[in-house]
Nanobody, 123 residues
Framework: QVQLVESGGGLVQAGGSLRLSCAAS????????MGWYRQVLGKQREWVAG???????NYADSVKGRFTISRDNAKNTVYLQMNSLKPEDTAVYYC?????????????????WGKGTRVTVSS
């Protein structure tokens, strides 16, 4: 079994910063792309940023230049540094990762989600 656990959410004023972390644990053979999504109540979950196992990053236009995604492969952890936060960044942030586990002599890949961490940006 693999788990993703996010942390680092909270309440911050507009213009402030937060750093989210997401740690993967369990029977992990490999971790492929990792990413962050966010969801506002009543709206669809939207992609925020992604990073490949080799460190190539990509961002949604709405956060480009303000957010930075990074990962520590030794710690099976992905981070999201969020600067210049805006009220419209308020959401529950979810970690996502494509993880290869070990199962009966094979290493199948599964998409995993964390349970989310809430970010609230006040104006």
């Amino acid at each position: 079994q693999v788990q993703l656990v996010e942390s680092g959410g909270g309440l911050v004023q507009a213009g402030g910063s937060l750093r989210l972390s997401c740690a993967a644990s369990g029977t992990i053979f490999s971790i492929k792309p990792m990413g962050w999504y966010r969801q506002v109540l009543g709206k669809q979950r939207e992609w925020v940023a992604g990073i490949t196992s080799g460190g190539i990053t990509n961002y949604a236009d709405s956060v480009k230049g303000r957010f930075t995604i990074s990962r520590d492969n030794a710690k099976n952890t992905v981070y999201l540094q969020m600067n210049s936060l805006k009220p419209e960044d308020t959401a529950v942030y979810y970690c996502n990762a494509l993880i290869g586990t070990v199962l009966g002599g094979t290493t199948p890949l599964y998409t995993n989600w964390g349970k989310g961490t809430r970010v609230t940006v006040s104006s």
